[in-house]
């Protein structure tokens, strides 16, 4: 089946330690987003990427990384620069980066990061 | 900012009954899309209206959309406990050229007792 993995579902990060969050997708899309949610929240957009090799900063990109290098994968990294990362995150991708497109986003099922 | 805000931010009813739940939004839009998440889940998309529409059915599921009052409604008909989720509403911004940028709202909880 088509869909998008994300992993690990659960993720620990000590003081100063960078974390990766893996997402994977074998729907063929170009586009593919990073949103973080917090508790009772939406969602907020971190980074995007419109086709491979590209992506653009969010609206909370700080203390974010990102990279494109495989159309099926956009990898985000937590840096030790973000002071509040406990979060939920979610990854998402969809066949269209256009709005005129008209095309919905498909998500993962997140990864919670938490601070030890 | 443009975010589509949910109402009401809980509801709680019984199986069977219908729920409906609103989004208000602020600026133009190309469409609106409704999402269902389960806890600890992905969102999982329900259905789109575009701008130039009014009303969309799909399933027990039935939107309609008022460009002139910026809002859209989701009804849900006979709801059953599995409907129990939170819905949020994303907008697109009226731009065919614009990136694929959706702005949530903060979600309607939706507790469907058996």
């Known amino acids: 089946d088509g869909g998008i993995t994300q992993s690990p579902k659960y993720l620990f990060r000590k003081e100063g330690q960078n974390v990766t969050l893996s997402c994977e997708q074998n729907?063929?899309?170009?586009?593919m987003y990073w949103y973080r949610q917090d508790p009772g929240q939406g969602l907020r957009l971190i980074y995007y990427?419109?086709?491979?090799?590209?992506?653009q900063k969010g609206d909370i990109a700080e203390g974010y990384s990102v990279s494109r290098e495989k159309k099926e994968s956009f990898p985000l990294t937590v840096t030790s620069a973000q002071k509040n990362p406990t979060a939920f995150y979610l990854c998402?991708?969809?066949?269209?980066?256009?709005?005129?497109?008209?095309?919905?986003?498909?998500f993962g099922d997140g990864t919670r990061l938490s601070i030890l | 900012s443009q975010q589509g805000e949910e109402d009401p931010q809980a509801l709680s009813i019984q199986e069977g009954e219908n729920a409906t739940m609103n989004c208000s939004y602020k600026?133009?839009?190309?469409?609106l899309q409704w999402y269902r998440q389960n806890s600890g889940r992905g969102l999982v998309h329900l259905i789109l209206?575009?701008?130039?529409?009014r009303e969309k059915h799909s399933g027990r599921l039935r939107v309609t959309l008022d460009t002139s009052k910026k809002s859209s409604s989701l009804l849900i008909t006979a709801s059953r406990a599995a409907d129990t989720a939170s819905y949020f509403c994303?907008?697109?911004?009226?731009?065919?050229?614009?990136?694929?940028?959706?702005?949530f709202g903060s979600g309607t909880k939706l507790n469907v007792k058996p």
């Open positions: 990427s419109q086709i491979v090799n590209d992506f």
């Open positions: 998402a991708s969809s066949i269209s980066h256009l709005a005129g497109d008209n095309q919905p986003q498909h």
């Open positions: 209206i575009r701008s130039n529409e």
């Open positions: 994303a907008t697109a911004l009226d731009n065919s050229y614009n990136f694929n940028k959706f702005y």
């Open positions: 600026t133009s839009i190309n469409n």
């Open positions: 729907l063929n899309h170009d586009a």
